[in-house]
């Protein structure tokens, strides 16, 4: 192989050497992590977030008299990849208070006590056509959801109560209903966590609220 071949080779593996490894540093100190479309590709575990459980997020708002309201863009919803909105990808929630604030400043409406953030969950294998799903599994198509409260906010979007997301609630539920795991819980000790920000926490205007401990990096 030439010097020039040896020098290009060698030019690639220091640059891709360095871009993971500011990306493993930046996402693990929370720096930049979501500055642009391309710091996705070189976080350490772009992957690991998958999961077999397909979510929707619905918000509910509640006038002064008990009335209540699905709340949309009154410029229609943005679908940037197929037919789900924008709004979905944010499984966080760490943009909605933004989004019910934006949305409430440019829509004519009663006076609004509370606005509800409602999680609604469901297994993937529910997506498939009804002739493919009934043939794979032999029976019909009965999509069962469950719908879980993340949050109660204020008309501006201010987080009034926040509850943890379905998965986290599952995880809890499991502990509380095991004596042994509760024993487990309270010897563990929290080492490295990749969700915690405390700017945000501080802030109060985040709806990302996780309890898990240990190694965590989703």
Known sequence: MS???NLIVLSFIGVYVSFLSWG????ALKVGTCGNTLSYFVV????????AWDARTHIIAEDAKGNYFEMREPWGEFHPFGHVARIHYDNTNHLLPKHIDNVM?????????????????????YNLPPNLYAHYFERPNDKLS????????AEDGTPLTINPD???QQRLNSVYDNPRLQRQSKQATAMYSTLFTPTSQSSGQSLN????TGLSTN
Not at 112 to 118: A, H, Q
């Open 44 to 51: 350490w575990d772009m992957f690991c977030g998958w999961t």
């Open 209 to 212: 609220s996780s309890y898990s």
């Open 105 to 125: 400043k440019h829509t004519i409406h009663e006076g609004i006590d509370r606005v509800y953030v409602v999680e609604e969950v469901w297994p993937k294998q």
């Open 24 to 27: 493993v540093m930046a996402h």
């Open 166 to 168: 379905w998965h986290t």
């Open 146 to 153: 469950y719908f879980h409260l993340r949050a109660i906010c």
């Open 3 to 5: 010097r020039w071949k």
